[in-house]
């Protein structure tokens, strides 16, 4: 209660443990954990560090990710390297390492980065069942395609799913929430058999003009859950499918009209947020055209729900944008606002300066930086909102 002014009085805290940092996918990989380090450079040199409590949390153990994993996929993972890899071996390509886009290469430190990134995240759930937080942040988790024993488009371990496990220990109904421009099918998997989890993802959703399903290739707004109506899971799952080219105001909009209505309905007690940066504008791998105060504007509206919060990144593939973005989001949980001009004396200060129209500064307009046109009409998103409110229905309150 005596520490710095925090307007919003919301206790929050950070879970960053940095030699997650020193991992590299391989260097044409779009996956570059080095952008942790320009997030936590940022937010370091903006004081942010004074406003929360600082975790640096311990590897997850092999025992913890088998709450969610199968062991024999995790001995696997935990033995694997680069050297002894077969990528000829039945359990490689069972296990998700095959196949010729090298979505999950076995790289040095495999089994270390996972740990780390999942312990961050455990870390954070911990900070709320014992309510030493408010809002707990991990940007290095929300690696959302990770199956029980599968590796799947990035992601090794589900930090998210194993995090959602713990806060159930305690509370009887959790919200996931998933703000990535790719679908969140891991985890909306995971739970697709209980009413305890709700998952909600905003993602492109299509087929683009050489015929290829945007990754991972299912959400459409028909896919619920389970169909069976004596799966408590029904309807417990909601896809919201996005075009190329959103827009900020139509994305603040869907973002806030759709939550609003799942939180009302579902009543969390507490909530999940997976804030991959590949949704904004410019994203080497995203479609959308989103500014960095739209996203964190999802944020915003999340936190006014006044509900405990584990807040995790997920993707992002232009580094000195996700830098910009978990920077401001930090600064929304906290209550600070921060000055456009990035502080001058900050080591990489270079990662943020040459750009067109964001040299040196935090808020770049990155609106169509990748010229990708909007094919979402405001009439199409009114139907997309109106059958989204439709599945809700089939929830039983
Ligand atoms: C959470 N897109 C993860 C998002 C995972 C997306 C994909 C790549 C990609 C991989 C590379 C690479 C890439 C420039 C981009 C269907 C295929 C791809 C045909 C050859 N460059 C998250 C996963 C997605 C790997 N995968 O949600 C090494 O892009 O689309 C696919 C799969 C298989 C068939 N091939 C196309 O953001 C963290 N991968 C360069 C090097
Ligand atoms: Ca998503
Ligand atoms: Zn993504």
Request: glycine share 10%; with cysteine; proline share 5%.
């Amino acid at each position: 209660e005596y520490g710095l002014e925090r307007p919003q009085g919301y206790n929050v805290s950070f879970h960053y443990n940095p030699h997650v940092e020193y991992h590299h996918f391989g260097s044409s990989h779009p996956m570059k954990p080095w952008r942790l380090t320009l997030t936590k450079q940022l937010v370091l040199s903006y004081g942010l560090e004074y406003t929360m409590d600082l975790y640096e949390p311990r590897p997850a153990s092999f025992n913890e990710l088998a709450i969610f994993h199968d062991r024999e996929y995790l001995s696997y993972l935990s033995e694997i390297t680069p050297q002894n890899a077969k990528p000829d071996d039945s359990q490689y390509i069972a296990y998700g390492f095959g196949g010729d886009s090298n979505d999950c290469p076995v790289f040095d430190g495999l089994w270390n980065y996972v740990s780390l990134y999942t312990g961050a995240s455990m870390s954070a759930a911990y900070n709320l069942l014992n309510k030493q937080s408010d809002i707990a942040i991990n940007w290095s988790g929300g690696l959302h395609h990770a199956k029980k024993n599968l590796a799947s488009g990035f992601c090794y371990v589900n930090d998210i799913v194993i995090a959602i496990q713990l806060l159930l220990t305690q509370h009887q109904r959790v919200l996931y929430i998933d703000i990535d421009v790719h679908h969140g099918d891991g985890v909306e998997q995971a739970f697709e058999s209980t009413d305890r989890v709700f998952t909600l993802s905003y993602h492109k959703y299509g087929i683009d003009r050489h015929g290829w399903p945007f990754f991972p290739g299912t959400g459409n707004i028909d896919e619920m859950g389970p169909k069976d109506p004596a799966n408590r899971g029904k309807a417990h799952s909601l896809n919201i499918p996005i075009d190329d080219g959103i827009d900020d105001h139509q994305y603040k909009w869907l973002f806030r009209t759709v939550t609003s209505k799942v939180v009302e309905k579902y009543n969390p007690q507490a909530i999940v947020l997976q804030s991959g940066a590949d949704s904004l504008g410019g994203d080497r791998l995203g479609r959308f055209n989103l500014n960095i105060k739209a996203h964190g504007s999802c944020i915003e509206t999340v936190k006014s729900f006044g509900r405990p919060l584990v807040l995790i990144g997920g993707g992002g593939y232009t580094p000195r944008n996700v830098a910009r973005t978990w920077c401001h989001e930090t600064a929304v949980c906290v209550g600070a606002t921060l000055h456009n001009d990035l502080p001058t004396h900050i080591p990489y200060l270079q990662a943020f300066q040459g750009e067109e129209n964001g040299d040196g500064i935090l808020y770049p307009d990155l609106h169509n930086t990748k010229r990708h046109d909007n094919l979402n009409t405001d009439p199409a998103l009114h139907k997309l909102v109106e059958k989204a409110m439709e599945n809700l229905r089939y929830m039983e309150g």
